[in-house]
């Protein structure tokens, strides 16, 4: 739906470090910090249901292309899943919480098994089959590679949000999205669970060799994701403790979300991005560096100190890779591209929506919707929205 550098949760009122790929209401940007200032901006939103003006984003993906360049990888859909753990009571989302899950300046594994659970990439291989790895898978992805990532689900029942995120943990154990909440974190909340699909066409990432964030990471360990909750909380409550049985899709038959059905809307709503999001570009927009990889130490803009670079290269930019050796080069590959961009680099896009699909490993698209019989629940109830 839309691109652009800014995170209004890590970054409010200016710039982000990094570009980020954003699905749910239109008018997210820097200075979106309160929901009233997220519902001024906006005029529609992606999800499927009118009730969650919620926003939700992560970092993009690029190619890193064989003469140093790097292309924006296209955002082909986005699930977003409700998913109703453990025994025990579950809540709404409250408006205005706001949730961080990953970490952006990791350079390697999680230290933590349950923090390794929480990020994890698949393969989309319909004929070999899919397979979930802790990091970018080394092959080619025929049917695209899922990013995915498990958000905290235990809230202290106080703060909306915290720097340090300590207003929200995962369940006790190893697993992120399985487990009981500690005392000091009561309140369970729905197990949000994100899926980025990416195009990655025929790109085979050999040796980490073809894919990058937007931070710069080529091993995907700092993929990271963020949730700005602005549901109408009586309407997801509701959903959460009324709707039951396998729905198989047809979310038209549990009442409280079947009133704010809007899939025409859904499919016209339209974002403006702020970073192109085809072609060629001589470096990661901001001042990123590929920090891990092959390519460790491409792709830092001229002007931009590497001292204050998040993540440099152990022992800083290689030789030969430094901004100023390869610039002519890189920029007579992509002069003519270049050339053809407005100035303000604004492009007008819309989101790629689709209904509800399946989270098995095939990906087929197959519609459904689980849930079980009461507020009390073991499996996963997945409220359908996909963007």
């Not at 933590?112 to 397979?131: E, M, N, P, R, W």
């Not at 080619?140 to 905290?152: A, E, S, Y």
């Not at 697993?175 to 949000?192: E, K, M, Q, W």
């Not at 100035?343 to 509800?356: E, G, K, L, P, V």
Request: aromatic share 8%; net charge positive; hydrophobic share 30%.
């Amino acid at each position: 739906m839309k691109t652009s550098r800014v995170d209004p949760i890590v970054s409010p009122g200016q710039l982000s470090s990094h570009v980020h790929n954003f699905v749910g209401v239109n008018g997210v940007d820097a200075n979106t910090t309160t929901v009233e200032a997220l519902d001024e901006a906006s005029s529609c939103t992606t999800a499927i249901l009118t009730d969650d003006k919620s926003s939700y984003w992560a970092p993009q993906l690029y190619t890193y292309n064989t003469n140093g360049t790097f292309s924006p990888v296209l955002l082909s859909f986005v699930n977003t899943y409700y998913l109703m753990r453990g025994n025990t009571d579950i809540t709404a989302f409250p408006r205005g919480l706001k949730m961080v899950a990953g970490n952006a300046k990791a350079t390697g594994p999680a230290a933590t098994k349950q923090l390794q659970d929480a990020v994890s990439f698949v393969c989309l291989d319909y004929t070999s089959g899919s397979k979930r790895t802790g990091s970018f898978p080394q092959t080619v992805c025929p049917q695209g590679l899922r990013t995915q990532i498990v958000f905290p689900s235990c809230w202290n029942g106080k703060s909306m949000y915290e720097k340090d995120m300590s207003h929200v943990v995962y369940p006790k154990g190893n697993a992120a999205n399985s487990g009981t909440c500690p005392d000091s974190h009561a309140i369970r909340l729905p197990t949000l669970f994100y899926e980025f699909i990416w195009n990655v066409g025929k790109t085979n990432n050999l040796d980490n060799s073809s894919w990058v964030l937007a931070n710069g990471d080529a091993l995907g360990y700092s993929f990271h994701a963020d949730f700005f909750a602005n549901w109408n909380e009586t309407t997801l409550q509701a959903a959460i403790d009324e709707c039951s049985g396998p729905l198989n899709g047809n979310i038209e038959k549990c009442p409280p979300l079947a009133r704010s059905i809007n899939r025409k809307a859904a499919s016209a709503c339209r974002g403006q991005s702020t970073e192109p999001l085809t072609g060629a570009l001589a470096y990661l927009p901001g001042c990123n560096i590929v920090y891990n990889g092959p390519n460790a130490g491409r792709g830092l803009a001229p002007g931009c100190d590497p001292s204050k670079v998040s993540n440099m290269p152990a022992g800083g930019i290689a030789s030969g890779k430094s901004t100023g050796s390869n610039v002519a080069a890189r920029s007579n590959a992509i002069a003519k591209l270049q050339a053809t961009r407005s100035s303000n680099r604004m492009y007008t896009i819309s989101a790629n929506i689709s209904d509800s699909v399946t989270q098995a490993e095939s990906h087929s698209k197959a519609k459904r919707y689980n849930g079980t019989s009461n507020r009390k629940r073991q499996h996963a109830t997945r409220l359908p929205n996909s963007h």
